[in-house]
């Protein structure tokens, strides 16, 4: 298996080194590209994402919360107001 076959010490009857290094290229530089694609289409698509809120989002998001509880409750009657 290891013996000079093909002129050179090596695998030569299990593989053929250089037609092996050149598919192992191309599958890599196939690799990257698909992962390349799907990197710029993640990017496009997601530009206006916001992962965090700042904290002013989250103050005037709890604001409106308040402002809706409030409408809720002076919309709803209780049985308080219904048994007086």
């Known amino acids: 298996m290891w013996d000079k076959v093909c002129g050179k010490a090596g695998s030569c009857l299990i593989y053929d080194p250089t037609q092996m290094?050149?598919?192992?290229?191309?599958l890599y530089v196939a690799?990257?590209?698909?992962?390349?694609t799907t990197d710029f289409y993640v990017w496009f698509h997601a530009k206006g994402l916001k992962?965090?809120?700042?904290?002013?989002?989250?103050?005037?998001?709890?604001?409106d919360e308040e402002e809706a509880e409030k409408?809720?409750?002076?919309?709803?009657?209780?049985?308080?107001?219904?048994?007086?």
Do not use: Y
Not at 31 to 36: E, G, K, N, T
Not at 71 to 84: L, P, Q
């Open 21 to 26: 290094r050149m598919r192992m290229h191309f």
């Open 71 to 84: 409408a809720a409750g002076r919309e709803s009657i209780t049985m308080d107001v219904i048994a007086e």
């Open 31 to 36: 690799i990257r590209l698909l992962s390349m």
């Open 51 to 63: 992962l965090q809120d700042s904290e002013e989002d989250l103050k005037k998001q709890q604001q």
